[in-house]
């Protein structure tokens, strides 16, 4: 039962009807963090979703989050790290004493605590295994050996395995009086003596048999078990394909090394779609928290780059210098050329990185897309050069300089349906991560192509110097 | 058993170590199609999941899908019409006997059915749903009265209620003796007389409690449930937030109206992220089979919106050709300020867009993201200024042209930050999709005020007539 105080109130709901935190909840916490008030912090904030408390955490200053921690004492469920942006877990476990988080981190489940140490220093790292008891932290060293990126980070190494010849009623018996049960689990994994998996059952599947069955008749073969060493994204792609809520990880001798469960996978998913987006627009993995000086750093690199393709576009230019000086309506109209290709070599480029990174692009299809994105080039380059070429002719009545501005714009635009395809099928082909690096090549392509097509067939056509 | 006949491999695998679908046995159920070898066929592809028959009918020719289809029969599993990209569906449907597809439609879950039910047109969609059962149409026809995206579309109607008297035992023992239990279930709900929802039990807590306790003892109330209304991104945070795996949707009276569960979140995650990306490209709700005619039309949409902003740097432009006409190499390094500009502009504006999509901006840290912006810009564009300023002077051995450009790039990367964020929070603010609307505004300005400061700087610095 909730006390109710007019002065204090501590019955307000944690979210708003839009799922925001609730802005009032946030202030009567901060409050009471800032008046030290145990009691009530722990009133307000004591019983959180990993997920609210994590997000509560975010928006605290530096000194409130600590201090919101320690006054939680017992009642801080440390999988509100995992919920939390990555500068934000970081500065906080270094504001917090070692020993706490250490018993904080060994109550975790083992694939969030990896999420938690993966992002540590060595050091910390090592310091905060060595407290932990020898079973809990030799499983953690274990799963940070494998390599970042990798179903071996993700598992989980709670779940429950049994022999075959078990009967259902056996396992429910079992799991009646067994006092160590995951938190949460969705199937039951049947192994041989060596531990190497046979099969799992589901909840539903054991709720529906009769007590005399035994679970090899009911288990299923695990058609869809994944590797320690396989790569996150093939692992979401199976979740995602197979509407899979769990799925067992072997190592290279079959044996059972743990599970992954959806949860995970969702999160992997999302970060996967964002990483394409943000690698298009040029940036990396970055938090809305991260300081500025780290965000200005890891934006630079990429601005630098295209420094230099800007460079080559206006080498481009410089070449008709003196065409330009004879018709400066040319370096008026320029951009519009040039900035035409970018956009629609934007678009082709960002269907391209998708397909590729969902798998519906192959060599089957390629030709199929490729001549489609030509066609769609060709006829979009047709109908801006034609809207285009009107408004320049008009413009600067010249209708000559009409037709030489659409015939450009659509010489760029399917050459940026050909880029927008062929660049990131390329970098993928060489191992580079097509939505890292093909904005830059594009771009070029696009500004070089237009600039120059435009500008050589204006001096070809008027006759002008260059 | 499976025959092994070296002229008809039958044992092929269905997807390589990549996960892509086994190149060979595509092409032997290909051939098979063609022979029209029912049995063959049904050897390769009878006994596939939905996502895998799915991906290989999106592989085949139009002809061959249709025979495929038919050639399969009962073997053939409508689900994996979810599993394919809407045109191919679309086409699909329409190729195949329309009684074929009532009856497919009649055996899916309920929100598969509906999943493929509300792409068709009206006059299909009503077709099918006369030759279902009633009791099925109904609910159906209900489904697809929620609006589009809202938490409805993805009810699935078939799940366990049971009353909160019940005990464990008397579960159980139903669950075994039931004969049409949904598919698969990780939750049993608890309802009163009149369905309205009082809580779940989920399945491993079934398993773990005596048979004697009453269901209404164990049962957590339901406190992430969501509303038909619900949109269907605010459900997936909710997923996602919470790491749930299937969840109550009530109606207004809160009565229990049916369940979703995560693999259809998944779906919806994967797609909201993309819709993101694609947005911010240009892109709309583009699959990679469209058709050429679709996807042109698509596209040129947001190229013409660009064909105007595109008209409006040049228009600042033309306000300057006296300038460039007696300094053409304004004309040269002008699109390096406008594309510098673009570029870091972009950069804010993805990091924006998705912090507002994940609910990680809002009014309590804006001032903070906002100054944080702002620095970020103000340190790339001094870094970027000194860098294009020193080239320009050695380019053009001018070292008055190099402090010009200098100054235009930090003033522009400064805009380009603030606009970068302020635009996406605007048009959000508007009700307006920030994915959408916001590369044109940001390009539109960074072109403007790059092209702008760069030539006004230099027509006053050198004393220029414009």
Redesign the interface.
């Known amino acids: 039962m909730k006390e109710t105080d007019a002065a204090a109130p501590t019955d307000l709901a944690v979210r708003d009807e ?3 935190l609730n ?1 009032d909840w ?1 202030q009567a916490v901060e409050t009471a963090v800032k008046a030290n008030d145990a009691e009530h912090v722990q009133e307000l904030a004591g019983d959180l ?1 990993a ?2 408390s994590g997000e509560l955490i975010e ?1 605290l200053s530096r000194e409130d989050r600590v201090a919101l921690v320690q006054l939680l004492g017992e009642g801080f469920d440390y999988t509100a790290l995992t ?1 939390m ?1 990555e500068p934000v877990r970081l500065q906080l476990l270094e504001d917090l004493p070692p020993d706490a988080v250490a018993q904080g981190i060994g109550e975790l489940e083992s694939d969030d605590a990896v999420f938690i140490l993966e992002d540590m220093e060595q050091a910390e790292q090592d310091m905060i295994l060595a407290e932990l008891p020898s079973v809990e932290s030799s499983q953690l060293r274990r799963a940070l050996e494998y390599p970042e990126d990798t179903a071996g980070r993700l598992v989980q190494t709670d779940f429950i395995a049994l022999p075959p010849f078990w009967t259902v009623g056996q396992v ?1 018996d079992y ?2 009086s ?1 006092t160590d ?2 938190e ?3 199937e039951i994994y049947v192994v041989d003596p060596g531990f190497r998996l046979l099969g799992a059952v ?3 599947k ?5 007590r005399s069955k035994k679970i090899s008749k009911i288990m299923e073969e695990t058609r869809h078990l994944v590797r320690v060493n396989e790569d996150q994204e ?1 692992v979401a ?9 769990s799925l067992a990880v072997t190592d290279d001798a079959d044996r059972l090394v743990g599970i992954i ?3 995970d ?3 992997v ?2 970060e996967e ?2 990483e ?3 690698g ?4 990396g993995d ?1 938090e ?1 928290s991260d300081s ?2 780290e ?2 750093r890891s ?2 690199t ?3 780059v ?2 230099f393709t ?2 080559l ?2 080498t481009v ?2 070449m008709f ?1 003196n065409t ?2 004879v018709m ?2 040319l ?6 050329v ?3 290709g970018g ?2 070599g ?2 082709t ?3 391209t990185v ?2 590729i990174a969902t ?7 390629l030709w199929r ?1 490729l001549r ?1 994105e030509l ?2 080039g060709l ?2 380059g047709i ?2 050069g034609i ?2 070429g009107i ?1 320049a002719a008009t413009w600067f009545a010249n209708p000559e300089l009409g037709v030489v501005i659409a015939t450009a714009v659509l010489l760029n635009t399917v050459c940026s349906a050909l880029f927008g395809l062929l660049v990131p099928m390329t970098l993928n082909r060489l191992g580079v991560d097509p939505a890292l690096a093909s904005s830059v090549f594009v ?1 070029m392509i696009t ?1 070089v192509v237009g ?1 120059f097509s435009f500008l050589f067939l204006a001096a070809w056509w008027f006759g002008l110097p260059f």
């Open positions: 839009n799922g925001h802005a946030i979703h997920a609210d928006t919920e942006d429910i799991l009646r067994a049960l995951p949460r689990f969705y589901s909840l539903d054991l709720l529906a048999t009769k093939a792609r199976k979740f995602e394909r197979y509407n899979l809520v469960t959806v949860d996978i969702v999160d998913i999302q779609a964002e394409d987006m943000m298009l627009a040029g940036v970055e809305i500025v000086f965000t200005a934006r630079i990429w601005l630098v295209n420094v800007a460079l576009a206006a230019i410089s210098e330009i000086d400066v309506a370096a008026v109209l320029m951009p519009i040039a900035s035409m956009n629609s934007t678009q480029m960002a269907v998708r397909a798998q519906d692009l192959n060599k089957r299809n897309v489609r066609l769609v006829m979009n109908g801006l809207l285009i408004i771009t500004d600039f």
